[in-house]
């Protein structure tokens, strides 16, 4: 019996991966977004302004942490065509890799940015995935980068 599907989260999973960083250096971090078999999800920046691109953003903002993330690198989408659409769209399908620049020169937090300090600065992945037929409803998807200094 195939899988029923009533959220884009059933389809879509998000995971980042773990960072070790030296003590005030710089390093990329990566979400990984795996993208069901038969779906695809918009890329960012989405083909139309209606369509929901995929967007990652912190949540909360423990102890200055939002001066350590640098802003999202979405990778270039695939054109694909649908029958409900008149032009190709831009989508992402299979494994996607998203970067994430992390500063910790820039921290303003002492005991955060210094050696043996553990890190873990959590995200929201917005996500909308469709078949070639249909679009499911939007899903945040939870994940965190943990961070260790060395």
């Known amino acids: 019996m195939p899988t029923v599907v009533t959220s884009s989260?059933?389809?879509?999973?998000?995971?980042a991966a773990d960072v070790s960083?030296?003590?005030?250096?710089?390093?990329?971090?990566?979400?990984?977004?795996?993208?069901?078999?038969?779906?695809h999800i918009n890329a960012n920046p989405a083909t139309y302004p209606y369509l929901?691109?995929?967007e990652i953003s912190q949540t909360g903002n423990p102890d200055d942490s939002q001066s350590i993330l640098g802003k999202p690198v979405y990778p270039p989408g695939v054109a694909k065509k649908?029958?409900?659409?008149?032009?190709?769209?831009a989508v992402y399908e299979g494994n996607v890799t998203i970067k994430l620049a992390i500063h910790l020169e820039n921290n303003k937090s002492y005991v955060r940015g210094t050696k043996g300090a553990h890190i873990s600065i959590p995200l929201a992945?917005?996500?909308?995935?469709?078949?070639?037929?249909?679009?499911?409803?939007?899903?945040?998807?939870?994940a965190a980068i943990r961070i260790e200094v060395r």
């Open 125 to 142: 992945v917005r996500v909308q995935a469709c078949d070639n037929e249909k679009c499911y409803p939007p899903a945040t998807l939870d």
């Open 52 to 54: 929901i691109a995929t």
């Open 9 to 15: 989260a059933d389809v879509v999973k998000a995971r």
């Open 21 to 39: 960083i030296p003590e005030r250096g710089n390093a990329d971090a990566t979400v990984t977004l795996s993208i069901s078999p038969g779906y």
């Open 82 to 89: 649908f029958a409900f659409a008149e032009q190709p769209l």
